[in-house]
């Protein structure tokens, strides 16, 4: 028998996924081969069951279409028989949703209510936004440095890494890989060390979104988000009571308004006494500089310099060098110092990674787009090397 989806799990699915870009919630599906069609089911829809009448005031409510191998393929008039098909159902006289509307309210603003409609091969799909900013934006994020990683893709390569959220655990608090250090020596606004410490601290991706999901719809409750939200920040503040003191995480980076961008950030996401920051290069990073003082157990996730989304000097043999470089302290840390070493480096370039002449074995976990790039995690994993 299929679960029905509650509110709570809705809720849930907001506070706790890391990776989501979105949480929809579909309306209606159904088939239309014509604008007035499109408007006269758009109009039939029990929208006073789904939206307060005030969220379609003043702008409050905006459409985003995506249109394929359909003969409704203009994707601004199918929005416009959207939003007065609406218009229609509530009683308006007028189009709340014009283009002058939308001017005065700014382009950097975002409306109340987000609905998404998919059109493909003439079926039409109608669903609401939990919320209409992506889910990525975890609202911690004030300052950032050249080229800043998204907030999603930083716990992507967290998790792919073997770094498992605190709320995931079982009863006995323990997972089949422990890691007693997480490490990024190029942390920039510090992204990834700042989503690792909140995982480890068990502190949800969405806790610091105020605003409830669905505002503006019937499924809007304040009281019941703050609950949660509650619930699960008195759990993560019950999760410190385990031996999490044995766990570090540093985060490095040479340009001082990086540094200071990281310390900002973490401050804001309350995570700053987990972390230990410091200005250095490569090979100044303190586990680097002084591997008899690193963790047993190692993770190193970092997003080394691409060398194209900045304006930067660094030349492909610049790029490799850094590379080898970073290869050569992990294998002191495993080979020399009998440290168990894990990671995933973000690259745009994976030839530089599985050619370079680095004994490492990398594979790709996953490939994405960042910054408009085509991008590759590539995990390494070489265990305890020890010289015979």
């Known amino acids: 028998m299929q679960k029905v989806c509650t509110t709570n799990d809705l809720f849930r699915c907001c506070l706790y996924l890391g990776t989501a870009t979105q949480v929809h ?13 499109l408007k006269r089911k758009i109009a039939s829809m029990p929208w006073n069951e789904i939206l307060k009448p005030d969220s379609i005031k003043n702008g409050n409510l905006d459409v985003r279409v995506v249109s394929s191998k359909s003969k409704l393929y203009h994707t601004g008039a199918i929005r416009d028989r959207v939003l007065q098909g609406i218009d229609q159902h509530f009683g ?22 987000l609905l998404n409609v998919n059109v493909l091969r003439d079926e039409v799909q109608i669903s609401i936004n939990a919320y209409p900013t992506p889910l990525h934006q975890r609202g911690y994020r004030g300052q950032v440095a050249k080229a800043p990683l998204r907030e999603d893709l930083a716990f992507a390569m967290l998790f792919t890494a073997g770094w498992t959220p605190a709320w995931s655990l079982d009863d006995e608090n323990t997972t089949e890989d422990e890691w007693q250090g997480l490490m990024d020596p190029f942390c920039g606004s510090g992204t990834i060390a700042i989503e690792g410490a909140a995982m480890m601290l068990g502190l949800p991706p969405g806790r610091l979104r105020h605003s409830s999901p669905f505002e503006g719809t019937l499924l809007e409750d304040t009281k019941k988000w703050s609950k949660i939200i509650r619930k699960s920040l008195a759990k993560a503040e019950y999760m410190k009571q385990f031996d999490k003191t044995s766990l570090s995480i540093s985060a490095s980076d040479r340009d001082a308004g990086a540094v200071e961008a990281t310390k900002a950030n973490a401050e804001r996401a309350g995570v700053l006494n987990a972390l230990t920051i410091q200005r250095a290069a490569l090979f100044g990073q303190r586990w680097f500089e002084k591997p008899s003082e690193s963790p047993s157990s190692l993770l190193v996730v970092t997003n080394p310099p691409f060398g194209k989304r900045i304006s930067s000097n660094s030349s492909p043999k610049g790029i490799l060098t850094l590379y080898q470089s970073l290869g050569h302290f992990i294998e002191r840390l495993a080979r020399k110092h009998a440290r168990k070493a894990c990671g995933v480096v973000l690259t745009s370039n994976p030839a530089l990674v599985t050619k ?33």
């Open 25 to 37: 919630l579909r309306c209606e599906s159904f088939a239309s081969r014509g604008l007035p069609e």
């Open 92 to 113: 308006n006289d007028e189009d709340h949703y014009n283009q002058e509307e939308r001017q005065k309210r700014g382009s950097d603003t975002f409306p109340t209510v």
């Open 356 to 388: 370079s002449g680095i004994s490492i074995p990398f594979k790709t976990s996953f490939k994405t787009f960042h910054g408009g790039l085509k991008v590759s995690a590539m995990k390494f994993d070489v265990g305890r090397l020890l010289c015979p």
